[in-house]
């Protein structure tokens, strides 16, 4: 059985054997191990770093937090890894009162944390944090998936108070890269890593213009992590955002479904996004029932349908030739004019939605009609022959139109909206006004993230999106 809690106690001898250590935790525990150092193991930057570079590779699922204080009272069951038990340590002698940071701290990560230790090792009174927001992280890869300021500031203020003995952390968000550190007379240092040192030199050009105080520039150094796509060579939120891309970030809704009926995903994503490559992918490789809207919404202008009726009561008449709807005159109305676009989708959605659920119904019917046939019994998740029965509804629009409320989850593809672009011109033969006015006519990216329980981004080779599918996949089979 996992325990929850593990205490790792190092000194100067099994200090030599902290991956074996380490791994051994990975092996244990299930969350979190602390680490306390005895007194004959002094704590110097190098160590600092090993243990969190050493940690990312051999037990990177566990929480690994280095301890500046005793153990916290508050958890009570550790289970102890290694021999040593802890002696009593002297309280560490603080070189300042109140020492500032910044950064994004996304995914909280253990190059994060040697920042964050290092503070806590100095600060005796005031940890001071400006966590970045708003247009300070708009530039940053997969910027989209960023977690919200207020989930990282309660992250990184929960870490601090935790590894440190009494001083308080003081986080808020900011939106330059000066936030309090130019602001607070009587901070005394600020720590960076070797990529930060600039903005240091910058808060403390801002200060000496204002008459401060002048910060003494505490460096760590950077913990190396590599991730190919992306071309970093160290431990990064980036990467970490990416090895998310195909995960489950959000718990999946219970919608009430009897046994007869497929497990339906509605897989939504902005224009060009590769929505329609994924969708492929999945009826192809993984068999899954894919329902194209884009394609069913072709059919609903078909002559004599009463779309075509009711766009004409609409928009008028001379939309129309021959009773059936001029997409291209319609398509100039609707994409310059943001509440025309809504008033065609109130018109448009509800009859895709109709024909969707047709479909699913047939296809329902057919599949229960083979297994009668076969006389095979229908189980919990609708298996036959040991394939689940799973529906894609692939809408763009599906978030917009509210449809993923009623979903028991939905999978969002994207790119970055410049890339949108890029393609929308390339495919569409559309000037870059013309397909940044389509794109802006649609909700953004990062709305679209927010609803959705797991995400999917095209931005590489289409190995990498199919793997990011894939995995999905892999992790779907699992939890139905
Ligand atoms: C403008 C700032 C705050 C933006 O932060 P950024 O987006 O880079 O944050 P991120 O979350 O990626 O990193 C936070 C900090 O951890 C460091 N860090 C990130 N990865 C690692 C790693 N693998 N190893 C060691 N340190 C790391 C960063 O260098 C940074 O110092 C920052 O880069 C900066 O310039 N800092 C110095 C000035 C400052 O602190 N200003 C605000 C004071 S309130
Ligand atoms: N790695 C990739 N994965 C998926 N598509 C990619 C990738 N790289 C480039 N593309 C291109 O992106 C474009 C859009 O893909 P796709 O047609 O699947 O998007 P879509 O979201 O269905 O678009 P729309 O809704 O606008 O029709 C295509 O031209 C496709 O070739």
């Not at 190098?46 to 566990?62: G, Q, R, T």
């Not at 440190?164 to 952390?169: E, I, Q, R, T």
């Not at 793997?467 to 699992?478: C, G």
Request: aromatic content about 4%; glycine content about 6%.
């Amino acid at each position: 059985m996992h325990s929850k809690y593990g205490l790792l106690v190092l000194n100067s001898k099994n200090v030599q054997k902290l991956k074996q250590l380490l791994t051994s935790a990975a092996t244990s525990l299930s969350s979190r191990l602390y680490i306390r150092l005895n007194p004959d193991q002094p704590r110097t930057d190098e160590l600092v770093s090993k243990i969190y570079l050493n940690s990312a590779n051999s037990c990177p699922k566990l929480d690994v937090r280095l301890l500046v204080s005793d153990i916290p009272g508050k958890i009570e069951n550790y289970t102890a890894i290694g021999e040593e038990k802890p002696e009593k340590i002297e309280k560490i002698e603080k070189k300042y009162k109140k020492v500032v940071l910044g950064g994004t701290f996304d995914r909280l990560h253990n190059g994060h944390k040697v920042l964050l230790n290092k503070a806590a090792e100095l600060a005796s009174d005031d940890i001071v944090i400006g966590v970045t927001d708003k247009e300070m992280i708009l530039k940053k890869s997969l910027f989209e998936m960023i977690e919200p300021v207020e989930f990282r500031i309660k992250k990184v203020v929960e870490f601090v108070e935790d590894i440190s003995d009494g001083a308080k952390c003081l986080a808020e968000p900011i939106t330059d890269p000066f936030g309090p550190s130019t602001r607070i007379k009587d901070l005394e240092a600020i720590v960076v890593s070797r990529e930060t040192i600039k903005g240091a030199d910058a808060v403390n050009k801002k200060r000496n213009e204002q008459g401060m105080t002048q910060l003494d520039i505490i460096i760590v150094e950077l913990i190396e992590g590599s991730d190919e796509i992306l071309n970093e060579t160290k431990i990064s939120s980036s990467s970490k955002r990416r090895e998310d891309l195909g995960v489950l970030l959000r718990p999946v809704r219970r919608v009430p479904r009897e046994t007869d009926r497929p497990y339906i995903i509605g897989l939504a994503g902005g224009i060009a996004s590769g929505k329609s490559h994924s969708g492929k992918y999945l009826k192809e490789k993984h068999g899954f029932d894919v329902i194209d809207c884009d394609k069913l919404a072709h059919t609903c202008y078909e002559k004599g349908s009463s779309l075509n009726r009711k766009i004409g009561e609409h928009f008028g008449s001379d939309i129309l030739i021959d009773g059936i709807v001029d997409r291209k005159k319609l398509g100039s109305i609707v994409f310059s004019d943001k509440s025309k676009l809504r008033e065609l989708s109130e018109l448009v959605w509800p009859e895709v939605k109709s024909k969707a659920a047709e479909i699913v119904e047939k296809s329902t019917a057919k599949v229960v009609g083979k297994i009668k046939k076969k006389n095979v019994t229908v189980s919990d998740h609708f298996i036959i022959s040991n394939v689940k029965f799973i529906t894609v509804i692939e809408a763009a629009a599906l978030i917009e139109a509210g449809w993923h409320k009623s979903l028991a989850e939905t999978w969002t593809v994207f790119v970055p909206a410049e890339e949108a672009v890029r393609r929308v011109v390339e495919r569409d033969n559309l000037t870059k006004e013309q397909a940044i006015d389509r794109m802006s006519s649609q909700i953004t990216n990062k709305e679209r993230i927010d609803s959705s329980n797991l995400v999917l981004c095209s931005l590489w080779k289409y190995e990498e999106t199919r793997a990011q599918v894939d995995r999905a996949v892999n992790d779907l089979m699992k939890r139905i």
